[in-house]
């Protein structure tokens, strides 16, 4: 059987945890920063693991990460 790809787009944007979960980057950072919060800013530091619906939309693209 021929080996099957891994979705370029998820293989830069996404890891997975050694518990399986997904973990990714914090969305709404890119600019506009002046109109967020503090608090906002404060908690969309770091990465963040995604909801379990959100995983099972990525896993599928992923199938070699473990």
């Known amino acids: ?3 099957m790809k891994t ?3 998820c293989k830069k944007r996404f890891k997975i945890t ?3 979960r997904v973990k990714a980057g914090q969305a709404g950072k890119r600019h506009g920063m002046i109109k967020r919060s503090n608090k906002f800013l404060r908690d969309a530091r770091g990465t963040t693991t995604l909801s379990k619906a959100d995983e099972q939309i990525i896993k599928p693209m992923m199938p070699y990460a473990r």
Do not use: D, N, Y
Request: net charge positive; glycine share 12%.
């Open 1 to 3: 059987m021929p080996k």
């Open 7 to 9: 979705k370029s787009s």
């Open 18 to 20: 050694a518990k399986g």
